[in-house]
């Protein structure tokens, strides 16, 4: 994996983790990482690529090398965790007719589901 971009606001600050959220994205070639604060400030963006990731099974590899290796990734007491995964495999639903027990028949609306 190699950072491509990474953007740190004056005011984050390592001591306060506990008071922020800490968001990660992950998409087959790539992760970001966010640490936002009570006020919706983005503190710190990152932005990861991995090269030549050929199964599902390498891509899982150098996840954990980066979780390992990152200084904040592991901490157990931030406020709020929000992972997400980030594909094709997606529909949008108004809430007033979201119905969470229909969340697969959604999806096939317009994805192949396993």
Do not use: C
């Not at 390592?14 to 994205?25: D, K, P, R, W």
């Not at 094709?88 to 119905?99: D, G, I, R, T």
């Amino acid at each position: 994996y190699k950072l491509i971009k990474k953007i740190k606001d004056e005011k984050f600050d390592e001591e306060n983790l506990h008071q922020y959220s800490l968001m990660v994205q992950l998409g087959a070639r790539d992760l970001q990482v966010g640490v936002v604060s009570e006020d919706r400030r983005l503190l710190l963006f990152e932005d990861y690529v991995f090269s030549e990731i050929q199964s599902p099974e390498e891509q899982l590899q150098v996840t954990k090398e980066l979780y390992e290796a990152h200084p904040l990734l592991t901490a157990g007491f931030w406020k709020k965790v929000t992972f997400s995964i980030k594909n094709n495999k997606y529909a949008q639903v108004p809430a007033s007719l979201f119905v969470e027990d229909s969340a697969l028949e959604y999806l096939r609306f317009n994805a192949q589901v396993d």
